[in-house]
């Protein structure tokens, strides 16, 4: 049996009669203190203390076969060219675009070179035909307006998605270009290897 401080039980005593005696029972914090309380603690676990090991994601990247996918010195700026990848399965058509803009994944002598797929992340509508080549992005997608910048990964830029468009992962070699993986989960799939 544990022995209990004869003073710390006094103040025990005492609150708890004061309590009893008044027909209410004491609260240790008030409302105010409540909340500023639970606000710090909760800044403190979602921004974290400086100097403490952070928790970090891993980027998915899945690679493939390298597959030819166009000449550089054949495309034309902010005219798409389609093709499918990483294989001929459900939601593999993409898009390889020329933006005359350096991008995020970029490649070639201007790093504006880029690779996406073709499929909203949100609920997998069609964004074929939505290339806005004054902003360098794809959409809006017709089921829910979303819009992704494919000079920043494929990014949304609004609406209602909210991870960015897999990005296909371009190699250049000479002057062919070649499809060599996935940044990013395919809409539709458990793993990018599924078709």
């Known amino acids: ?3 209990v401080d004869p003073n710390i039980a006094a103040a025990i005593n005492g609150a708890q009669g004061e309590a009893a005696q008044a027909g209410t029972r004491k609260c240790l914090m008030n409302r105010r203190q409540f909340l500023l309380t639970s ?3 909760t800044t403190v676990v979602m921004v974290g203390v400086p100097g403490m090991p952070q928790a970090q994601t891993p980027a998915v990247i899945s690679t493939y076969e390298r597959k030819f996918i166009a000449r550089l010195s054949e495309l034309a700026q902010d005219e798409p060219f389609d093709f499918t990848y990483p294989d001929e399965g459900l939601y593999a058509e993409s898009i390889l675009v020329k933006l005359g803009k350096a991008a995020g994944g970029g490649i070639g002598p201007e790093k504006d070179v880029v690779a996406f797929n073709y499929t909203c992340t949100h609920q997998g509508g069609p964004l074929q035909g939505t290339y806005q080549a004054a902003d360098k992005a794809l959409g809006p997608c017709p089921l829910h307006l979303t ?3 494919l000079t ?3 990014i949304f830029i609004s609406g209602q998605a909210y991870q960015s468009l897999p990005q296909v992962l371009l190699e250049l070699d000479g002057d062919d270009i070649y499809a060599v993986g996935m ?3 395919i809409y539709g799939r458990f793993d990018n290897l599924q078709g």
């Open 183 to 185: 940044f990013g989960l």
């Open 147 to 149: 819009t992704f910048d």
């Open 152 to 154: 920043r990964h494929g």
């Open 1 to 3: 049996m544990t022995k």
């Open 39 to 41: 606000g710090i603690a």
